[in-house]
């Protein structure tokens, strides 16, 4: 049951992610500094789901070894 919270929350950042990126899209050409601040959202969400899902595996090889 843990482990499939955790990639729940680890597919949650690519949503925002995604979602952010989408705002950079859209306010681009009228607001630039905000489509700054939404591009690094973007790349922090990213850098989140790499970051979840390798201490994800770290804790299921973890079990797999305790077993």
Known sequence: MGTKIYKL???AYI???VF???LVYE???TNRTRAYLFAFFTVVAI???F???GFRK???ERRK???
Do not use: H, L, S
């Open 9 to 11: 929350f680890e597919y």
């Open 15 to 17: 949503v925002m992610a």
């Open 20 to 22: 952010a990126a989408y």
């Open 27 to 29: 306010n681009w050409t």
């Open 47 to 49: 850098f989140m789901f």
């Open 51 to 53: 970051f979840k899902r």
């Open 58 to 60: 770290r804790i299921e």
């Open 65 to 67: 070894g305790d077993q």
